[in-house]
């Protein structure tokens, strides 16, 4: 009796480290499956960075700048020379606020010891240049005086010919069967407008219907 019970708990502790050992084999193969995603991931976006980078370098910056951003969409953290080349290359699409902010992130992470740290600053102090040009010009743009800020005096008639329709009364279209004519949806046929209707036309706040 003493030996059933002992052959027993023998099977019983046999069964437990088994079970035990296929648990902890399992576990390592699930940890291994998920490391292969993880490597695979990481090489399909180093791909595209390399990719991106190609683009850039043969002057194809809208194709590079997409192919920056599939790779920016796919990653959480941000390779140090993806900064740079993404920096780089908004500055070639026109973009320099864009161009600016990513060309300093390079600079802020890599300081003048980075493989690019001296390219770096020199488009870096290209992209400033570019930005400041545009603000100076939206600054001009803000002290520019426009007619439409005003109220036009029409002259002793009080009426001014149709901008919209010329004074035909009409707008003529054109689609599959040829010519449509319409009436003037500024004017109603009038060929003309009221001093009031005109300075409204010229803020944009004349309502106009189409039939």
């Not at 699409?93 to 390219?119: A, C, F, H, M, P």
């Not at 919209?164 to 003309?192: D, Q, R």
Request: aromatic share 8%; with cysteine.
């Amino acid at each position: 009796m003493m030996a059933l019970r002992r052959l027993l708990t023998l099977v019983l502790v046999m069964g437990i480290v088994q079970a035990v050992a296929q648990s902890q084999a399992e576990k390592d193969k699930i940890r291994e499956l998920e490391l292969q995603r993880q490597m695979d991931r990481t090489r399909k976006i180093t791909q595209k960075i390399d990719s991106a980078i190609r683009l850039s370098d043969e002057g194809q910056y809208e194709k590079a700048d997409a192919m920056f951003r599939a790779a920016l969409k796919s990653i959480r953290s941000v390779p140090s020379d993806l900064t740079f080349h993404f920096g780089k290359n908004s500055y070639f699409l026109g973009k320099y606020r864009q161009s600016v902010d990513w060309l300093n992130k390079y600079i802020q992470l890599k300081g003048t010891q980075g493989q690019y740290s001296e390219e770096c600053m020199q488009w870096l102090s290209k992209a400033e240049a570019e930005l400041m040009k545009e603000h100076e010009k939206e600054a001009k743009r803000a002290a520019e005086v426009l007619t439409g800020d005003y109220y036009i005096d029409c002259g002793p008639t009080g009426k001014v010919v149709c901008p919209t329709c010329k004074g035909s009364a009409v707008i003529v279209k054109k689609n599959y069967f040829g010519e449509v004519y319409k009436e003037c949806p500024a004017c109603h046929k009038l060929g003309y407008l009221s001093c009031d209707d005109y300075n409204k036309l010229l803020k944009g706040k004349l309502l106009t219907e189409v039939n």
